[in-house]
């Protein structure tokens, strides 16, 4: 009698295990919080997310507020550094990425991404100085700045080997820093010789340093596509928010952020031709 009971016991506790592992696994496939949307933010990046004293502020936080509403929801952006971010929402700390993340080939090998908006890059330089490049080829054998972690790092590489040093150039030293600000920074220290950026960031620093800094770059540098990411299998929070963008989309508060901003949003060719292809 003994050995059933305890052979009992033991089934009841293996089916609750199960049942709680099920449970958790489903869990790790949907929304984190009933009625919100958790994102993770590096809110350091203006104009899209940055301070204002105590307060998040900026386009991203804005324009996800907006979408939340519209599906019902409730925004909370959880501030955290770029480097960060994948493997936050990867490991479960986020439903979404807001940051600004450009997507790209690699990125989508890890995270699904949905796009919202058109971007790029712009260049900045001290004001005043000798050096004010126009494009990254005008970067050889000069030292440049930017946020760790972006994509555009791959691309300066690439302009390195297969242009500088190919047509007999010193190559491009690339320095990297953990926030945009700091970039700036540096480049004011003259420990980098310019600085690239994302083309809104690079006008809000003008906005705000216009005295000694300006945008060297004469037209858009690798147009590319913002995006939400997504955890890989997440079909819920994917569903969600791409029939939330759709509302979204319609209103007169989505106009006017993207006036309010001076931003774009994606034209159908933009996707046709911007988003990476599997």
């Not at 970039?183 to 006008?203: G, K, N, P, Y």
Request: glycine share 8%; proline share 4%; with cysteine.
């Amino acid at each position: 009698m003994k050995d059933f009971i305890k052979k009992k016991t033991l089934l009841a506790r293996s089916v609750t295990v199960g049942l709680v592992g099920a449970v958790l696994s489903f869990n790790a496939f949907s929304f984190n919080e009933p009625g919100k949307i958790i994102a993770g933010s590096d809110i350091t990046f203006f104009p899209y997310e940055y301070m204002d004293g105590s307060k998040q502020v900026g386009f991203d936080i804005e324009f996800l507020a907006g979408l939340a509403k519209v599906m019902g929801r409730e925004s909370v952006n959880i501030d955290t550094r770029w480097a960060n971010l994948i493997p936050g929402l990867r490991g479960g700390k986020f439903d979404i990425t807001n940051s600004s993340m450009y997507i790209t080939a690699d990125r989508m090998k890890i995270i699904d991404m949905i796009p919202y908006l058109k971007s790029g890059e712009s260049i900045l330089a001290v004001k005043g100085s000798d050096y004010q490049p126009k494009l990254p080829e005008d970067f050889c054998g000069h030292t440049v700045g930017s946020m760790a972690g972006t994509a555009w790092l791959k691309q300066l590489q690439t302009v390195s080997t297969d242009y500088c040093v190919a047509n007999g150039h010193n190559p491009i030293t690339i320095r990297e820093y953990p926030t945009d600000p700091q970039t700036t920074q540096a480049m004011l220290s003259h420990a980098v010789e310019a600085q690239i950026t994302d083309a809104a960031v690079a006008r809000g620093v003008i906005d705000k340093l216009g005295n000694r800094v300006t945008i060297s770059s004469e037209t858009l540098i690798y147009p590319v596509l913002n995006g939400f990411g997504i955890k890989k299998g997440n079909d819920e929070v994917k569903q969600a928010l791409i029939e939330g963008l759709e509302k979204f989309s319609k209103t007169s508060e989505y106009d006017a952020l993207l006036k309010k901003y001076n931003f774009q949003a994606p034209t159908t060719q933009d996707l046709e031709q911007l988003m990476p292809k599997s």
